[in-house]
């Protein structure tokens, strides 16, 4: 009963870390999250600001 439990950010960077590998999830939304919570910048304004990137960028 000596397991560790991971800490809310050890959890957090897990996901960011594999979130591209979870299924049907959109690879290039995948890199996006996990690079903006890697910079310490995962805000719903940047999200969106970045979402609204790549809807622009598919439409070229």
Known sequence: ???KV????????DFFN?????????VDIA??????YQNDKLTDT???NE?????DEDKD
């Open 1 to 3: 009963m000596a397991e």
């Open 6 to 13: 991971k800490s809310g950010k050890e959890i957090l960077d």
């Open 18 to 26: 594999e979130i591209d590998e979870i299924e049907n999830v959109d």
């Open 31 to 36: 890199k996006m999250l996990s690079e903006l």
């Open 46 to 48: 940047n999200v969106k």
């Open 51 to 55: 979402l609204q990137k790549l809807r």
